[in-house]
């Protein structure tokens, strides 16, 4: 457990396991600063993939492709004649070059098109690959829909195990076991005959206290038993499996690289446990791990195409359209979900991009409404129908809602990253099999004896939605009924009933449990997704100040707010939209999402009419959270992990420039750079071991200072190995050039080295006095790794974007050591 | 009309007469190269805007402001004290800096935030500045969803007084006039007592060959009027107001300055002559010109805030969720409005404008419908609600549709550019006027006779969408009614009747007269939007295709392709459907939007059930009209008029170098570079007037060629005007320097002039050897004026944007300078 790899993203070292390719002998470069990537709270030992390596490890070879032609678009090859291998390649953990990749497909779409021209086989070519984003987009829908249904059925019925069984068949579950039953009335549903629960297998008796409490034992044990289940296979098969994945996937959508984090076995573990995660009535959802599952399926069919295969840049497109099928199977909202990826996940979206996510959202969700999990042939996982519409004056309390969404929002964030932090750097971190036990047993204990938190959260979610109708059965929609004033399909507000103050009891107490238990689930070593709970949260709160306003306006339709539109006889008040607003709130305080949320809560009741309500709780629930903290809970478990994710939102909006940031700084010994002819092979192979940075600047003369050209380490490294194997002549004396033509050499002066090809001519530089505003912007916007600094026209330094995101931090009041890479 | 000012977009001259704030005295500068610009296919005559000086240069004076304080930002201002007016800002039909213009809305920001510290009324300046921008978008939504409601309004009324007038009161409309009636049923809806047409008011009569001659020749007489006044209008008044608008709003947005397109006398001579021409009969929509209305809107209300108002870079921001505003009222659709504006009008659209965009579309929604012009309470244009769902094998004939729709587009464009270049290069652009009441009648004289043609073409596409119900009366729901089959809502598949046998020769022969006629229609110089007469011709050629399918299914259900879903009795094929497909489609073919026109469409309809027909269709016809030709209407048109607008989604495919492009050629002269502090006033002066450049890079020395930065033309003329009237002992000889400190002087010489602070010390650069693809791409996302060209560390060379537009232009065949700005 104690052992920690080097892992830098921007200096990297070369000794890293994930690096297998070029085995060159570069060795004395431990130097760096140590690091330590961490995975959704937990510390994440980098060791343990050695207990899953010939799969893990494929694929992480399988990522790591290799470059066709040198790094530096349109530049002559004319070192030798096939590519070095490994050239253009990136190691585990670094940042991708985002200019660089997009060159090397415009580079590769070139060629296609100039062959195609040749032959008909070449131009079935061109066409073949200009149709394969389509196709690899259906088959991602496909695979993301089915694996959707098939969580959904699953858990389903493992839900449903943990009261008992079907006697008809162990495999059905509780709703399909008494589908064919005779009672066939809903108020009789839970007393069909084929449905035992565990008492009644095993006493024969479903009344009275012992089998009671034989049931509650039982739900618990089955409880214990699936979270044990899971979180042993997080920890075994793969530990990137565990948290909702939205953090990560951010992180590798904005450029950076972890092998295996999309890989098979993240999916074909995530997906079991997921079930089981859900089934184990913890606190968590299905969705945010559902969006990691549909980009597992995504990267992994991108091994299909050679175009995506070979580009990180345009992987990246594909990682995005995959997480809108994501949240649109979790959903059932397509155009939510392609907002949800635009809005929260991805970095580079192109609208060639916006379309294609369209396609896979809709494929995915309609893939997932021909499995019919829900066996209600609605693609949405909520269908909500409100037959009433809202007055002006019930803005208040949603507007009330929407402070609460925030307020809520803020706390959980701040609870849930403070105990992440407790997790992190005290022994608490060091047993989470013993944790996830832990507040399994705790939730199971609590939630049994109230109805509302045994079943589960989202068939919580779906009653708390529901408008009641004249023969719902259940206890919130038990009113002292009316039927005189009844006008065909709707029903006026009426005096709540015992049923209804006795739900509302439980509620109040679900509520409470919900919240607190929240904050320690999330970030446990299993799947787990945020929404659903956030969902309930509000739900609950919005159906108990629904329920309120109701029976405030049923009892007082005289005062002079309730007059005109409250009357008595009047359906006034839907309790029901009062939880879909409290749950849009709440989704809306922790995660910050804006039109995705409302766009997905819209396309769960289909109605124009109800956005109104929604935009006013969302918009409250946003200003209010983001006054109390400005972090987003992914944002904040960005943070928290110290990812080298640079935030595409917040404006940075400090005075500082360039030359505050760069490297070196003024104490700091000089640039280390290389000249363009007159430094030897062993000059340049001392300057690559005594260093640690992943690239060097190459000066005309280091009098001059005047810039060249960039050349990666990596690069520079596997270069130099290969011409001292394959090139005559190749000695530690020889002249390394990186111009067109080799300088003129002494005479019986061994053959120089041209390494041209590897040298970027055109690496981005600013002066030392732009502004860093500008600087980020532009590492932003165009995706960079490394920024030159020139001051009139001379090299001066050298800005990474891990000198931008710590400079950042620093502008922030956070110390950019402890933040960062940590 | 001959006259010809020069505009040019990079290296404008001085003597603009669009430019009045700074008087200096600049003169030997019209050697540029001629320009002319054109607003929507018609050579605009600049000499126009003469005869509406007062109002028209108001605004636009208006929008030119003052810069508040030097235009680099972070640069300490120490050459006096009050910030030179005319300093940091932009001459007409130039381009915005967006890195600039950022940076000095950050820095406003700054000051805000640091000064709210200091006391509670900047703390509430703080706190308003923040939410002004929401306060802009409730403003905007308001505005434009009145005025949308007010076009509707006016605009049905007109188009019925061209068939009669309402004895009750004249501003009755048909449907208004008729509403108390006794005949309520809506076969007898045109018999209304109350309702004249021309022929009963004047001869007394409504039958027969002379009251049916009186009334054609009313029809086609206010048709003719109501055209000759928009014309004479827009003539007159606003030139800019004439077209649809959003090729000019995508320029504009995308950074480019036109003064006046968006103010005050647009707006109202664009709103009242958007009436006319609609209620003229022509074939033109009111959807496009409603985004620029809405823009203009959102312009002139942008004046209220000195955030927005002083600031290019916010105020396209703001422009941008205008757009969305139009949209949204345009069709009711406020998700696809948002869509529509991200997808294609907009260029810099950051995810806070996102969700601002979503909120003014919403209240320019809900205002509308308040305001409830169609009478029915509904959001939506086009309210349609289908009782079947579709059948899989369907999708031949809807990607059939999506072919005609792919087709009809490219042929549209091809021919539209064709008759408006023509238009532009003959004599036939010398009477716009003559052209219009051309058009319009011929246009009359044809529709009158016709049905489908005669009513207004919303109306026609609200009859093809329409699924036909049992009691509907149209000509085109004639089926032989069998009511014993008959169950519920749902209506077998049935026999045609004579009447849509009828019906169905009237739509060909408006099908083809609406795709003549369209071409000639699109570019005239009156308000004209596309949407409506394309989705015309595919929902006629949709309701055709569905009208056949249905047949062949009734008569043929024992086909293999038929049975099992067709069986007789089933009501299987929705013709309604296919007008609507093929209304998407047709649409998709000319504008070639994406995700926004699904959006848009399944907001019409509401049920995701409809998104994968719709989806088919739209993907096949962007592809088949892609294959033909790659631009869309809107760029088409940006193209014929040479606006410089940097297109965002094509993607730069070719193998030049920076290198290639920059200024100077090998050929010509070398750079024209100030030094940092070695010339005089005089040299500066001869310089800038021998040159026409924008602005000159400032080196070291002219040996070094060492880049210290970049100066602009404007700010040069102007620093130097004040400093000689103002600063005392400045002289032609005096030493301009832009260093820190004033270089050495002799004895007895002059004070020396230091202008550091206009000098941008951060000017980006690129080395020569830069693939374009690159250049292109950092123009794009940055939003660069200009960008210099080093090697080796020494100043070679500049390349500007317009540089860049023509070397697109040149690589793709087309020459460069009779394609831009001519």
Redesign the interface.
């Known amino acids: 457990m104690g052992e920690r790899k080097e892992l830098n993203s921007e200096s990297d070292t070369m000794d890293n396991p994930g690096f297998r390719r070029g085995s060159f002998s570069s060795s004395n470069s431990s130097t760096s600063d140590e690091a330590l990537v961490e995975i959704s709270g937990t510390t994440l030992d980098f060791s343990m993939t050695d207990d899953v390596p010939p799969l893990d490890r494929d694929l992480g070879e399988f990522m790591s492709y290799n470059g066709e032609g040198a790094n530096v ?2 530049k002559m090859m004319d070192f030798l004649e096939e590519p070095i291998p490994g050239v253009g390649t990136y190691e585990d953990f670094n940042t991708i070059d985002w ?1 660089r990749e ?2 090397r497909d ?1 580079d590769r ?2 060629e296609i ?1 100039n062959k195609s021209k040749e032959s008909t086989w070449a131009l079935i070519h061109r066409v073949s690959d200009a149709f394969s984003g389509w196709l690899l987009m259906l088959l991602i829908g496909l695979l993301a829909g089915s694996l959707a249904g098939l969580i959904d059925i699953s858990a389903h019925w493992m839900t449903d195990l943990k009261e008992g069984v079907c006697l008809r068949g162990f495999w059905f579950n509780h709703e399909h076991c008494c589908w064919n039953s005779k009672q066939v009335t809903f108020e009789d549903r839970d007393k069909c005959l084929e449905w035992n629960s565990w008492s009644e297998l095993i006493i024969s008796k479903s009344e009275g206290a012992f089998a009671y409490i034989l049931n509650y034992f039982m739900y618990v044990l089955w409880a214990l038993l699936f979270a044990l289940l899971a979180v042993s296979l997080v920890r075994v098969f793969a530990p990137y499996a565990c948290g909702s994945g939205i953090p990560e996937i951010k992180t590798i959508l904005s450029g950076f690289i972890i092998r295996g984090y999309l890989g098979k076995w993240t999916l074909i573990i995530k997906t079991i446990t997921l079930v089981l995660a859900v089934s184990s009535g913890l606190s968590l959802g299905k969705e945010g791990p559902l969006v990691h599952v549909a980009c597992c399926c995504g990267n992994i069919l991108c091994h299909c195409f050679t175009k995506y295969r070979k580009n990180e840049a345009k992987r990246r497109e594909v990682l995005s359209a995959a997480a809108a099928a994501g949240v649109s199977v979790a959903f059932g909202a ?2 939510g979900g ?1 907002l949800f990826s ?2 929260e996940v991805s970095y580079y979206f ?3 991009t ?2 294609r996510s ?2 896979a959202a ?1 494929v995915a ?2 893939t997932l409404r021909s499995i019919n999990p829900f066996g209600n042939s609605r ?1 949405v996982l909520f269908y909500v129908e409100f037959h009433t519409p809202w007055h002006l004056l019930e803005l208040v309390p949603f507007v009330l809602l929407g402070i609460f969404g925030g307020l809520w929002g803020a706390f959980f964030i701040r609870g849930n990253i403070a105990w992440c932090r407790k997790r992190k750097n005290t022994q608490l971190g060091k047993y989470p099999v013993l944790e996830v036990l832990i507040v399994t047993a705790i939730t199971g204990i609590l939630a049994f004896p109230n109805e509302y938190t045994r079943m589960s959260t989202s068939e919580l979610i779906s009653e708390l939605f529901n408008d009641c109708g004249l023969l719902d059965s259940s206890k919130l929609c038990d009113y002292v009924s009316n039927f005189n004033t009844t006008k065909g399909d709707q029903l006026p507000d009426r005096a709540a009933g015992a049923g209804v103050y006795t739900a509302m009891w439980q509620l109040s107490l679900a509520l409470v449990m919900k919240i607190l238990i929240t904050i320690f689930t999330f970030g446990m070593k299993v799947p787990s997704g945020l929404f659903i709970p956030s969902m309930a949260v509000g739900a609950i709160a919005g159906r108990l100040l629904g329920v309120g306003v109701e029976q405030l306006a049923f009892y007082h339709h005289d005062w002079p707010i309730f007059r005109g539109w409250c009357s008595p006889g009047a359906d006034c008040i839907t309790p029901g939209l009062y939880a879909m607003v409290g749950a849009a709130a709440c989704l809306g305080g922790v995660t910050r999402m ?2 995705s949320l ?2 997905i809560m ?2 769960l009741t ?3 009419e109800y ?2 309500p929604l ?1 006013a709780a969302a ?1 409250t629930s946003k200003w209010v959270a983001d006054a109390i903290g400005r972090e987003g809970i992914y944002d904040a478990h960005i943070r928290l992990n110290g990812y080298p994710f640079l935030e ?2 917040e ?1 940075f ?1 400090h ?1 500082t ?2 030359m505050d940031v760069m490297r070196p700084r003024r104490s700091d010994p000089t640039l280390m750079v290389l000249t363009q002819d007159s430094m030897t092979v062993e000059d340049v192979e001392t300057l690559i071991s005594e260093t640690t940075y992943s690239g060097y600047p190459v000066v ?1 003369s280091r009098e ?6 960039f050349v990666l380490r990596r690069d520079l490294i596997i270069s130099i190995e290969n011409a001292r194997k394959k090139q005559d002549g190749i000695v530690s004396t020889s002249i390394i050039h990186f111009t067109d033509h080799s300088p003129p050499l002494p005479p019986h002066a061994p053959p120089s080295l041209k390494l041209r090809n590897i040298l970027d ?7 030392d ?3 860093m ?2 600087v980020v ?2 590492f932003r ?2 995706g960079l790794r490394q920024c030159l600094v ?1 001051h ?4 001066l330094g050298i800005i990474t974007k891990k000198d931008v995101l710590k400079h950042i931090a620093q502008m922030a009041n956070q110390d950019p050591d402890s933040i960062l890479f940590n």
């Not at 001059?704 to 050209?709: E, F, K, M, P």
């Not at 001519?761 to 002066?767: D, E, G, N």
Request: hydrophobic share 50%.
């Open positions: 678009p349109n200019v997009k060159s415009r779409h070139r098109t397509p155009i392609v635009l809005e192109p609208l060639k916006l379309w369209f396609f809709l969700a309609f693609l804006t039109v409302v766009v819209f396309e289909g109605g124009l956005i109104v935009m918009m595409a939102k404006e909006t005075k420039l360039a005309v001059s200072q005047r810039l060249v050209g001519l055109s690496p981005f530089t600013v002066t006095q732009t502004p505003e500008i912007d532009i916007k165009l020139t009139n026209g001379r090299l």
